[in-house]
């Protein structure tokens, strides 16, 4: 419903979260409840391939067909893995999850969304499709998170405190409208379409970011999407606030702040096809 086909901004966001992220994607890609290790994995809606590398470090048996609607996407996850010399284990695939009819994506024995079911019109037609793919026994990984993370302490910025929540907060309408299934119970949903969710969990990331280049980075891309949302919704005083943080220039920017902490929270329900 909402992918942005070639979004360069998302990309950018998607690789530092990635970077930022890398010890919690790998602690949830290690507690997952396998039987055996994968050796065919579906990566739904992969980005520019956070999970996809993540999962082909973990099992390096594996070979991953990475999906997205994105082809731009595609192209920075493709120049990765030949990058990394993994391109023989890689096969990406162009495709609108959306779309009732999926094209071949193999018979995996793990399927891996993180953070693109919510994106998805027809969540429930999808989870069928997932259904129908695995092999009986192969387990569904749902990875989500409730929103962006923060990054700044509560009584910033100086000129306006709580400025951050603010802003979040004006993007709330929006993000009802037109990602109506973030913040969702994936749980009922899972055993609607046929699967046994073995587990649900609940991953609470707190990452202290001094001196972390990456994560002023994070913090400034995070919140410069925000801003083309929540904008009209702001203060004038909040936006000359948030537009100072923005301002690479500005003795105030974001970039140059020393107290930022990424706080967010990833969710994992881990499915099984009976
Ligand atoms: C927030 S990103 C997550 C990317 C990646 N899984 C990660 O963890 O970094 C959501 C992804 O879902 C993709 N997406 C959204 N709607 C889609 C659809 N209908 N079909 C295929 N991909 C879609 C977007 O292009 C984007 O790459």
């Known amino acids: 419903m909402t992918h942005d086909h070639d979004d360069s901004g998302q990309a950018e966001i998607l690789d530092l979260d990635a970077e930022v992220l890398a010890e919690h994607i790998a602690s949830i890609t290690a507690g997952l409840p396998l ?14 391939g956070a999970g996809t590398f993540a999962l082909l470090d973990r099992f390096p048996d594996a070979h991953v067909t990475a999906v997205d609607a994105a082809a731009g996407h595609l192209r920075i996850l493709r120049e990765k893995a030949c990058a990394r010399g993994l391109q023989d284990r890689v ?8 779309d009732a009819d999926w094209p071949d994506l193999g018979t995996p024995d793990l399927v891996w969304a993180s953070a693109s079911m919510h994106h998805l019109a027809r969540p429930e037609r999808a989870l069928g499709n997932v259904h ?7 387990l569904f990984a749902v990875v989500e998170l409730d929103g962006f993370p923060r990054f700044l302490p509560a009584d910033a910025p100086e000129t306006s405190p709580g ?11 929006f993000h009802a409208e037109h990602v109506p299934h973030r913040g969702a119970d994936w ?7 046929g699967f046994t969710v073995e587990e649900k969990r609940t991953i ?30 702001l203060s004038p005083r909040d936006l000359a606030a948030l537009d100072e943080l923005l301002d690479p220039n500005s003795p105030q920017s974001i970039l140059h702040r020393t107290d930022l902490t990424v706080r ?4 994992v329900w881990a499915a099984r096809r009976p």
């Open 35 to 48: 039987t055996s290790a994968p050796r065919q994995i579906v990566d739904l809606g992969c980005g520019t």
């Open 91 to 98: 096969h990406p695939v162009q495709a609108d999850l959306d």
């Open 187 to 193: 749980g009922p949903l899972l055993t609607a379409a």
């Open 163 to 173: 400025l951050e929540e603010r802003a979040h907060a004006a993007t709330d309408h």
């Open 264 to 267: 967010t929270e990833r969710t």
């Open 132 to 138: 129908a793919l695995l092999t009986p026994g192969g």
């Open 204 to 233: 609470t990331v707190a990452i202290e970011g001094t001196r972390n280049e990456a994560i002023a980075r994070y913090a400034h891309s995070s919140l410069q999407r925000i801003r083309s949302v929540a904008a009209p919704a």
